[in-house]
């Protein structure tokens, strides 16, 4: 049998797959696409179930939340991994592992309250933290040019501070070499500015590049070419520090597969029609919509069951809500029940961004397979409904 069709009937779908072998091979190609000062950063919100299957690949784990934060500490609490970043940091929490002394790699500052806060939490407990500050691309997140210069101009000396340098992250799914260009050199800028006017020398840049992953079947995308003329940018970036590069969705989506069920097939005023037990709930491919575009996805059956008549089918989900549609008109030879469908690609993001409490459906069950190709049950289905309950 199939070895993915195996892994759909042992553990039973909807399923989830992150494969370590897939995510071995993705860090090896990044790597050997990127400069030697580039250290790989990953940003755990687009899949944190393979934060155990990452380590010793990436140099750091971005926390946004005290959730994910408490994930990777668990995961991993070597000195020098977690970056805590992110907007509403909770000042208790901040608390928690400044007092603790918790190995925290950089705490990100993304507002004047912020730093506030933090410089606060550093002088009361008598502790020096590491920080970045992380400059707007001209949104509610991150500081604006002038108030990154009015915190070094006033702070770059502060005994419980220790300031490396500068985070920027503008969005996902960027294609555009001339944006990254533009982004690389409006961080250039503000590092000549802070050495130029107060004499700060930035040790660390944190960049997110927002690579693209092409999702849909109608997408051309160079990868390789991509990645060459981004390290280019970077040797002209001429930055003598560490780059640290936060990806997320470059890193996991690749490795992760989703498997779902039909649990119904029927024909509506000449439509064919397949309910399978997943849905939009778990699958979100960033600019996919109604399923306009075809995203990759594939028929599992067991050898020796006969073909159906080719025909095309409707995929849809479990929502009870007409925009629950995985895939429009796909080519099939019959689609029966139990047969089994993988949608690739879905190791970032999917089931986080899902809208995981419509229905009170349960959430899918997740699997990990590790570098030797064993694979184990990790989260088993998880009911909601208790959730949208009231007590
Ligand atoms: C600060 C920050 N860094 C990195 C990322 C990861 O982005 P991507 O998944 O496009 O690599 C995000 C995603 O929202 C982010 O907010």
Redesign the pocket.
């Known amino acids: 049998m199939d070895e993915k069709l195996a892994l759909a009937r042992r553990f039973g779908t909807p399923l989830y797959v992150f494969d370590g072998r897939v995510l071995k091979k993705r860090m090896e190609t990044l790597r050997a696409a990127l400069p030697s000062n580039v250290e790989l950063c990953y940003?755990v919100?687009?899949n944190t179930f393979i934060i155990d299957l990452l380590a010793g690949d990436v140099a750091r784990f971005?926390a946004?939340s005290e959730g994910e934060a408490r994930i990777c500490l668990e995961k991993d609490s070597r000195p020098g991994v977690l970056v805590v970043?992110g907007v509403n940091k909770d000042a208790a929490y901040m608390e928690e592992l400044i007092a603790a002394e918790t190995p925290v790699s950089r705490y990100t500052i993304e507002s004047r309250l912020q730093f506030d806060m933090l410089l606060g939490l550093a002088r009361k407990h008598d502790k020096r933290i590491p920080l970045l500050l992380r400059l707007t691309s001209g949104n509610q997140l991150g500081l604006d040019k002038s108030e990154v210069c009015t915190i070094i101009a006033e702070f770059a000396d502060d005994p419980h501070l220790d300031i490396w340098g500068i985070q920027y992250?503008s969005g996902?799914?960027k294609t555009s070499v001339k944006r990254l260009a533009r982004e690389l050199r409006t961080c250039r800028k503000m590092i000549d500015r802070l050495a130029q006017d107060y004499g700060f020398t930035c040790r660390e840049v944190e960049f997110?590049p927002?690579?693209p992953v092409p999702y849909f079947d109608d997408e051309e995308f160079d990868e390789p070419a991509f990645f060459a003329e981004f390290a280019a940018l970077l040797d002209e970036f001429a930055f003598e520090g560490p780059i640290s590069l936060?990806?997320?969705?470059?890193i996991a989506a690749s490795c992760g597969i989703f498997f779902t069920s039909v649990v119904d097939v029927k024909r509506n005023d000449g439509q064919n029609y397949a309910i399978v037990d997943g849905g939009m709930n778990h699958l979100v491919y960033y600019g996919q919509s109604l399923a306009m575009r075809q995203p990759t996805c594939a028929l599992l059956r067991e050898e020796g069951v006969p073909a159906g008549e080719l025909d095309s089918f409707n995929i849809c989900g479990s929502l009870c809500s007409i925009n629950d549609i995985l895939a429009k008109q796909l080519e099939l030879p019959g689609l029966f029940m139990g047969d089994v469908l993988r949608f690739d690609n879905t190791g970032?993001y999917c089931m986080t961004e899902g809208i995981s409490l419509f229905l009170s459906r349960d959430l899918p069950r997740v699997c990990l397979i590790d570098a030797d190709g064993e694979a184990r049950l990790v989260r088993d289905l998880e009911p909601t409904w208790q959730l949208n309950e009231s007590k």
């Open positions: 940003a919100k687009a971005e946004c970043s992250f996902t799914q997110g927002g690579f936060e990806l997320g969705r470059s970032a």
